[in-house]
């Protein structure tokens, strides 16, 4: 067993603190990740609260994983020692239904590990990235290029696959008016993304104070939506909205800003469900759809493009002991634009 020191959530809603915990061995397809930087995603947050219900504790969260491969399993082809791996949301599927073996493992009709607060195969939880290492099927890691800022990359392992794939799968391009609701982790890396592919990009805010921060992200607009003459000029202008909101709020007033025949994807995950009025999707054949991260191998096409395009995460570095205080940011609003935490302060 591998000891791994960590922050761990003991019980719901309690602040984290230093935890330590053993890792499986290096089996023979496995790799073992000396983590070096890991992002703080909200979905950390609604889980360590139970938002979602289910959560299992102790809770060691964390899903944007980036760090350097120290061992390698007698089997494994994909890396070798020294290399630089990251680790998203899952560590394992079935691998064998539909879903799996057209590599959306996300979708797993069967049992999907995920890094954290989940389950093994053989019913072991599963522990994330506040800590100084994991071990993974190499099939689930994925390689990162050294020409960026490491920091800058790990949230790409969540934020950004998550904003890229239902980009990909509507394939936004330059004829598209894009609208990205809210601007925070996942928001900005959707701003930048739909920017890069081309497209018009209009930010839709509840923070005026983000204004400056969107154009610079690429945006070529911005909208205070508590500004009621700012919000009726873009009435049924959007062909495309992504959703991030982590919080409940009235999906049919964004809906109404879609042209005809548009679609509103949602990524962010209120515990709330929504209330959607008929008449708002009928009246112009509106749709409204959702969107999991992203497969391996789309994962891995997304940070290749970011590592082409120079597209990285904006982050505030922080170290493990302030995680707390970060949460507490979060949930304000305060966040410009990802939390990462430098694992080198677990140390
Ligand atoms: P975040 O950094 O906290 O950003 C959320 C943004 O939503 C805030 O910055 C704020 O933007 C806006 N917002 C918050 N409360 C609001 C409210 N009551 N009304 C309107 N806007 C509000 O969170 P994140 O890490 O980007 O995650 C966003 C959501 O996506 C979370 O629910 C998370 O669990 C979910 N998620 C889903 C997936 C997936 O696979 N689908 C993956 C990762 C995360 P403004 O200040 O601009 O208004
Ligand atoms: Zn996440
Ligand atoms: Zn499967």
Same mark, same amino acid.
């Given at each position: 067993m591998i000891a791994t020191k960590a922050y761990a959530a003991?019980? #719901? %809603?309690t602040p984290l603190a230093p935890f330590k915990f053993d890792r499986k061995e290096v089996g023979p397809n496995d790799i073992q990740i000396e983590i070096l930087y890991c992002g703080v995603c909200h979905s950390d947050l609604h889980q360590i609260r139970d938002e979602w219900g289910g959560s299992i504790f102790p809770m060691v969260p964390g899903h944007e994983i980036v760090g350097k491969v120290v061992k390698v399993g007698d089997? #494994? +082809?994909?890396f070798k020692v020294g290399e630089t791996a990251g680790i998203g949301c899952? #560590?394992? %599927? =079935?691998?064998?239904c539909p879903s799996c073996e057209a590599g959306e493992?996300?979708? =797993?009709d069967n049992h999907l590990s995920f890094t954290y607060n989940g389950t093994y195969k053989d019913g072991a939880p599963t522990y994330g990235g506040y800590s100084d290492q994991y071990v993974v099927d190499e099939q689930y890691a994925l390689h990162v290029s050294d020409k960026l800022p490491l920091e800058g990359v790990a949230p790409l392992l969540c934020a950004g696959i998550t904003t890229y794939s239902p980009l990909m799968t509507w394939k936004i391009g330059k004829d598209h008016k894009v609208a990205v609701v809210g601007l925070g982790g996942l928001g900005h890396m959707a701003v930048k993304f739909a920017a890069s592919l081309g497209a018009e990009v209009t930010v839709l805010s +509840? %923070?005026? %104070?983000?204004k400056e921060d969107a154009l610079k992200l690429g945006a070529h607009h911005f909208v205070v939506t508590k500004d009621e003459e700012q919000v009726k000029a873009v009435a049924? +202008?959007?062909?495309f909205i992504l959703n991030t909101i982590s919080a409940q709020h009235e999906y049919n007033f964004y809906l109404?800003?879609?042209?005809?025949d548009g679609t509103m994807v949602l990524v962010g995950i209120p515990p709330e469900a929504p209330q959607v009025s008929a008449f708002n999707l009928i009246g112009k054949r509106r749709r409204i759809a959702g969107s999991m991260i992203g497969g391996i191998k789309e994962t891995q096409e997304m940070l290749d493009y970011c590592a082409e395009h120079g597209i990285v995460s904006d982050v505030e570095v922080i170290n493990i002991d302030y995680i707390n205080e970060a949460y507490e940011r979060m949930i304000k609003n305060d966040v410009r634009y990802r939390f990462v935490i430098d694992i080198a302060s677990l140390k």
């Open positions: 003991p019980a #719901v %809603s089997a #494994v +082809t994909k899952f #560590v394992d %599927s =079935c691998r064998h493992e996300q979708y =797993c +509840t %923070s005026a %104070s983000k049924g +202008t959007f062909d109404q800003m879609l042209k005809l």
